[in-house]
């Protein structure tokens, strides 16, 4: 057995069942390796798409997702994706062939560790042939264990030298088996202390995030809630759960609520967080909350939160756990309040958040928000959502309400583009169930040749794009900073026509009616398809409004 035939068989081992990259030199036996392993090979047009992909891949399936590349520009090429994955605290794990071991003349040569260390991922290099499965083990051990991508370099040379035929060789012992995955338990001495604060509680807000979500905490949430009068709210990265079990859901904490939560919200003299890091970004710098105390509930050894300062009690444990505890001590106490509870409150909260009244009529232009309202009713709530980045996603992020699934991935480098590359991956994982992403008509572009790929392979991908024909961000932020606003404009084609020249379906769209057609026809028969909706500028969205202008919306 050779040393790429040896990794690739502990690839499979490691539970590999698809593989995104480009084929080079420095890494052609090892994918053949794994195609005869029946490990399906997704071949893309950019090595950075195939790691964006590999990024939704794993957010989708819950392990490592992996990448491929061959040596030196095929690494260089991986930079941005890397870093939004490492940001995003992505495991997964990128087989990167190197130009043979030593030879720093080769014209593919790069230093690949200093380049890992400098897009922010984890290193392992393969120096000698019997260290092949210990190479693979330890990468996928520390991309499990540090939720962290990881970079595996192989010297193309050391790839095909032998590694063992030894029958009595003893069997690959994959990472999973090395990881203690035992929950941790609550310490009762900070139940007691939980349990005290919120006593001594009239308006407790429960703020939950994706470490809750991925630990199915719902039910024992929403226990808590019903005894206390909470409101439920989320952070970005949970958008939605719970909207559909709970009158009493504000939405999201932070720059993406919308008014009536964060009226709400500063009432608060109580936050148990759960799963939840309470950023900067959820807790605004610390004034969303003015005058609550703090409960964290999270499996990380502690947390800072974004305004600086730790949790009045933080209890370290998983989240079901914990809170069975909390409630369970809760009990004992006879503690139940009505809190946020109240026919107010409910009526306040049911109320639209935007009213069709509002939108803007511009002629063959949609108003975002009557867009994203239209799409939020027409897609079924069992095809996901990934979100993207910019000022058109602030529409979307803030004003789709139908309980869903969701991926965001704003804020995460600030890198536009990688949207509509993690909904692929995520569709690979999920098994082809269609999703769609909604993403902006520069981000779109910046990788419009894996649309193509999504064709290819046939994935129901439906992409739509709010096309503002220009960059949206820089567009408002010019016109706030007294710049010239037409520069950040750049005229594009019809998108509908572009994704059917490339194999897909698609449609341009001017109008709620055309918009609900084209949606219509994906639903009837999912496959690849780019939606292009024409939406005005003239419409600035609220955290713009909040963060350029002041203004209290």
Not at 316 to 339: I, N
């Amino acid at each position: 057995m050779k040393v790429y035939e040896a990794m690739a068989e502990a690839f499979v081992r490691e539970g590999t069942r698809d593989v995104f990259g480009m084929m080079g030199d420095a890494n052609m036996h090892w994918m053949n390796a794994l195609a005869q392993r029946d490990v399906r090979l997704y071949e893309v047009r950019h090595e950075g798409s195939g790691l964006g992909m590999a990024d939704g891949w794993a957010r989708a399936a819950g392990q490592p997702g992996v990448i491929t590349t061959t040596s030196g520009p095929g690494v260089s090429q991986l930079a941005t994706s890397m870093i939004v994955a490492a940001r995003a605290r992505t495991p997964l794990v990128a087989f990167c062939g190197e130009t043979a071991w030593g030879d720093k003349a080769a014209a593919q040569y790069l230093d690949q560790a200093r380049f890992a260390a400098a897009i922010e991922c984890a290193y392992v290099h393969l120096d000698r042939a019997d260290q092949a499965e210990d190479a693979v083990q330890r990468a996928f051990h520390l991309a499990r264990t540090e939720s962290h991508p990881v970079m595996l370099s192989a010297p193309m040379d050391i790839q095909l030298h032998q590694y063992s035929d030894d029958a009595d060789a003893v069997p690959y012992v994959p990472s999973t088996e090395l990881i203690d995955d035992q929950r941790p338990l609550p310490d009762p001495a900070r139940i007691a202390r939980a349990a005290d604060i919120v006593q001594a509680s009239k308006r407790v807000v429960i703020v939950v995030g994706r470490g809750a979500r991925h630990a199915d905490a719902g039910e024992q949430i929403l226990r808590l809630q019903e005894r206390t009068g909470a409101l439920i709210a989320t952070t970005l990265q949970a958008k939605n759960w719970l909207r559909d079990r709970s009158e009493y859901h504000v939405g999201i904490a932070g720059l993406f609520g919308n008014r009536t939560a964060m009226e709400l919200l500063q009432e608060a003299d109580c936050v148990i967080a759960v799963g939840a890091s309470l950023n900067h970004y959820t807790t605004e710098h610390g004034y969303l909350f003015p005058e609550a105390e703090y409960v964290q509930i999270d499996t990380a050894e502690h947390l800072i939160m974004g305004n600086g300062a730790a949790a009045d009690c933080y209890v370290r444990a998983d989240a079901v756990t914990a809170l069975t505890e909390l409630d369970r001590e809760l009990s004992r106490r006879s503690v139940r309040t009505d809190g946020f509870h109240t026919s107010d409150v409910r009526s306040r909260l049911a109320a639209p958040l935007v009213s069709p009244d509002e939108y803007v009529r511009e002629p063959n232009r949609l108003d975002p928000r009557e867009a994203i309202s239209v799409i939020d009713a027409a897609l079924p709530g069992e095809m996901d959502l990934v979100l993207g980045s910019g000022h058109q996603t602030d529409f979307g992020t803030m004003l789709f309400q139908r309980s869903r699934e969701i991926v965001s991935n704003y804020g995460m480098f600030g890198a536009i583009g990688q949207a509509p590359l993690l909904t692929i991956g995520k569709i690979v994982a999920d098994g082809g169930r269609p999703s769609f992403v909604v993403e902006g008509d520069a981000s779109f572009l910046m990788h419009l040749p894996e649309f193509e790929t999504a064709c290819r392979y046939g994935l129901p991908l439906l992409v739509v794009v709010m096309n503002d024909e220009g960059l949206g961000a820089e567009y408002h932020k010019s016109a706030a900073k007294d710049l010239d606003p037409e520069l950040a404009v750049i005229p594009t084609p019809e998108l509908g026509p572009v994704a059917v020249a490339l194999g897909g379906s698609g449609a341009t769209v001017r109008s709620a009616g055309q918009l609900r057609a084209a949606l219509a026809d994906y639903v009837r028969d999912p496959r690849p398809t780019v939606v292009d909706v024409r939406i005005t500028r003239s419409v600035l969205s609220p955290p713009y409004r909040r963060l350029w202008y002041g203004e209290d919306v």
